[in-house]
């Protein structure tokens, strides 16, 4: 089971972090990825990261001002957001893949997800 938390409604320019905890199963073998989706509009990938923490994945939109990055030990994954924008509203879900496998921007590839966190940015 995921959970994202960290949400909340920040003005542009601003910064938000975002927490994926996991529980119930361990997911420090297994990729991660953050998705969005914004009223009106299809989910889209965010940003992904191997097991490994080797590889990272971003969105194009959200290159240079998004981070992602895990805590195996902890069990939980991060996405800092910083330079946010307006069209950066929307809500945020993590998701994980099965273990051993790799990291993708594919909704499809992820068998996890959590809840998502509203992210709302304001002009």
């Known amino acids: 089971q995921l959970q994202a938390s960290g949400g909340g409604l920040v003005q542009a320019g601003g910064s938000l972090r975002l927490s994926c905890v996991a529980s119930?199963?361990?997911?420090?073998?297994?990729?991660m990825g953050w998705f969005r989706q914004a009223p009106g509009k299809e989910r889209e990938s965010v940003a992904a990261?191997?097991?490994?923490?080797?590889?990272?994945y971003y969105a194009d939109s959200v290159k240079g001002r998004f981070t992602i990055s895990r805590d195996n030990a902890k069990n939980v994954g991060y996405l800092q957001m910083n330079s946010l924008k307006p069209e950066d509203t929307a809500v945020y879900y993590c998701a994980a893949r099965k273990t051993f496998v790799s990291a993708t921007m594919y909704l499809i590839d992820y068998d996890y997800w959590g809840q998502g966190t509203q992210v709302t940015v304001s002009s």
């Open positions: 119930g199963r361990t997911f420090s073998r297994s990729p």
């Open positions: 990261i191997s097991w490994s923490a080797g590889t990272t």
